[in-house]
């Protein structure tokens, strides 16, 4: 599914906007193919146009803006909707660069397919010095879509970048473009805020006479709008502060913090509210629903795959066919950025997109006697504003109806609808988390279930923290001269097993060791990796196991007649935060449960003089309890930390550095061994 995300400037709509995940990808190749062009022909001293030079000279800053790398001096957007309802875009933009950091605000670039046609693109900038510059058409370069990644192998999408001279501290880049927009959509977003502040900031729509338009805002007050003639809709916004991100710790993505605003459009009168959630997944419903009719061998396959059994049963297997058989493989040209291939295509070629995998989960489990459905969603939670009815999204998963009192504990990731129906929110395009759970990054997150007379905005669930774990059990012996040798087992379940699964599916046995051997140098200044092998990398009904053994000279540290020993050996759970003041929400990779269970063995000759004090915090949000004892001629080190929550807000920063004090302290605490 085409990311609504792509392109960073003032509007946003379903093919372009700002970067992000794929988009962000095109916006790094931008600033690498703009050190290529070519610069010396440029017109210098060259006329420019008013609005440059307006808003270059207007007001001084806010002061409070004087670290900032760069600002957008000015954004104006102008959608004029034709008697047709094709939509045309002009976007103006000017920026002033602060700080070297700031030349990355100042590349223009556009981005244009084959329904979103360019018609024009013009650079203008003025250098430290003064010097007004012009480029010329023959200075832009052109190239197809050189970001796409995760798994797109073609797609219509081409930008064309400019590298303007006088792009430095003190300069002025201003740009303009006009093109027409998609004419699927009868949207349109206006994204006001920036990763940099923004001076001034407008946005007009022409709308054909009789036409209605309908504005909902994400994370901001409503801006009342000024009818300038009749169907001419403006709003406008000044001093925007910018959303830097940079060093905060566990921030949400900026995109989740940026206020927007998304205008509908059309010749018919609107909904609102919810009813406008269910217009937009009809809507989608109604392009992707015919896609899903498979043919015999897509009925066929899926009838001998699920057998005889229950409903949990057969979803298990066509589930299992569609993570490891259908790879994750995208062409997209058109409304083929939106509308799935259909299913029997998708299932001949053995590949497809995000959006095409739901739409063969569909056709295979209708076969079966299952009803399923797609969810456009965002992979980056928060993105989704529940109070902004939009397409905005970068993802298709699917639901899949549960029959009425049909129960099983595998069915974790579960939403009920208005109507009463239950769902099961499912992945398949992620190879790593067993259907019946989520991935950690689409918990919480909200998305439009695309299910016909159902279609809603839904909010997709946060899994019990037990469903995700990490357990680590070892058994260590300690001697004298301070060398600990042992065995350690990690298991990992559910969601939290995602990211490593993915990883050790793809590395050999030598790249393997190699991840084993960087997890321990956060352990342990010298070691030796003794034998050590996985487990269950794609057998999703049972943990990720990893084993190994270990040898750590000098472990223990020598005081005389006593034996210094950290009870707490390998695995870390703190998270290294600041002490700056809080101001965005705390955004966790998800919820979970981690526990150790080591027991060291000392030294003959020794006994156990002093052990850390136990550990016990109840912060709402999470727990974390903790023990050493000394039993047997061993120490026994246990603590469980439970994360519940996935964000929090700003005001319990305080009491999360408390908690993850408390955890470094006791991750770092000694044990004191003394010579008998």
């Known amino acids: 599914m085409r990311d609504q995300t792509k392109e960073r400037r003032a509007r946003t709509s379903p093919i372009s906007g700002r970067p992000s995940l794929r988009g962000a990808r095109i916006w790094t190749a931008a600033l690498l193919m703009v050190g290529c062009v070519a610069m010396a022909h440029a ?4 006329q420019l146009p008013d609005w440059v030079l307006q808003a270059a000279t207007d007001a001084p800053l ?32 000017v920026v002033r660069i602060l700080r070297p950091q700031g030349r990355d605000e100042a590349h223009p670039v556009t981005w244009f397919t084959k329904d979103e046609k360019l018609e024009s693109f013009h650079v203008w900038s003025i250098g430290p010095d003064g010097h007004h510059y012009a480029m010329k058409d023959s200075e832009y370069i052109e190239s197809g879509d050189v970001g796409a990644g995760e798994g797109i192998l073609y797609g219509d999408i081409r930008m064309k970048v400019a590298s303007p001279p006088g792009a430095d501290p003190g300069g002025v880049v201003a740009w303009e473009y006009v093109k027409q927009l998609s004419p699927y959509f009868a949207e349109d977003t206006w994204g006001f805020q920036n990763r ?5 900031s407008v946005y007009e729509i022409d709308l054909p006479g009789g036409w209605h338009e309908e504005a909902v805002w994400a994370r901001h007050a409503r801006v009342e709008t000024a009818e300038i003639t009749p169907g001419h809709f403006r709003w406008e916004q000044a001093n925007i502060d910018g959303i830097d991100l940079a060093d905060v710790p566990l921030a949400p993505d900026w995109e989740a913090l940026a206020g927007r605003m998304t205008v509908h459009f059309s010749a018919d009168p609107l909904p609102e509210g919810d009813a406008l959630w269910s217009k937009i997944g009809n809507w989608y419903y109604t392009l992707a629903a015919p896609r899903s009719e498979g043919g015999g061998d897509v009925a066929s396959t899926a009838r001998t795959l699920a057998g005889d059994g229950d409903f949990m049963a057969k979803l298990a297997k066509v589930a299992d066919f569609m993570q490891q058989q259908i790879r994750y493989v995208g062409i997209e040209i058109g409304i083929g950025g939106w509308q799935p291939h259909p299913a029997q295509d998708i299932f001949r070629s053995r590949y497809g997109d995000c959006k095409d995998k739901a739409t063969l989960t569909v056709a295979m489990l209708d076969a079966v006697g299952i009803r399923g459905a ?5 992979d980056r939670r928060g993105v989704i504003d529940p109070n902004a009815p939009s397409l905005f999204g970068n993802h298709m998963i699917a639901a899949i109806e549960i029959p009425k009192g049909y129960e099983n504990p595998r069915l974790q990731a579960v939403v009920t609808t208005k109507s009463g129906r239950r769902y099961l929110i499912y992945d398949p395009t992620n190879p790593y988390v067993p259907v019946g759970q989520l991935p950690d990054y689409e918990q919480g997150s909200y998305g439009v279930l695309a299910a016909g007379d159902d279609s809603q905005l839904i909010q997709l669930p946060i899994l019990n923290p037990d469903a995700e774990s990490i357990e680590r059990k070892a058994k260590f012996e300690l001697a004298a001269d301070g060398t600990l040798k042992g065995d350690v087992t990690v298991l990992r379940y559910g969601a939290l097993s995602d990211g490593m699964r993915g990883r050790l599916a793809m590395d050999s046995d030598k790249e393997q060791r190699e991840l084993v051997e960087r997890l321990l140098q956060h352990d342990f200044s010298t070691f030796t990796l003794g034998d050590e092998k996985v487990a269950h990398v794609r057998e999703l009904d049972k943990p990720l196991e990893m084993d190994y053994s270990v040898t750590a000279p000098l ?46 063995k000392i030294p003959a000759g020794y006994t156990v003089d002093d052990v850390p004090d136990p550990v016990s915090m ?46 470094t302290t006791d991750e770092n605490s000694d044990a004191v061994l003394k010579k008998q």
């Open 374 to 378: 797609w969810v456009s969603v965002d």
């Open 618 to 663: 109840d912060v709402g949000f999470a727990t974390y309890h903790s023990e050493v004892k000394a039993e047997g001629g061993a120490l026994h080190y246990k603590r469980e930390y439970v994360l519940k929550k996935l964000e929090l807000e700003p005001g319990e920063y305080a009491k999360l550095r408390k908690l993850e004090a408390a955890i």
């Open 43 to 46: 017109s210098k001293d060259a």
């Open 62 to 93: 806010k002061a409070d803006w004087r670290d900032a790398k760069a600002v957008y001096l000015l954004e104006d957007t102008l959608i004029t909707v034709q008697p047709d309802g094709r939509p045309v875009e002009r976007y103006r933009a």
């Open 196 to 200: 940099v502040p923004t001076v001034r």
């Open 555 to 600: 472990y223990a540290k020598g005081a005389g007649s006593l034996l210094l020993v950290r009870p707490r050996v390998v695995g870390s759970d703190a998270e290294g935060l600041d002490e700056k003041p809080r101001k965005v929400p705390i955004s966790f990779t998800g919820v979970g449960t981690w526990r150790d269970d080591f027991d060291v």
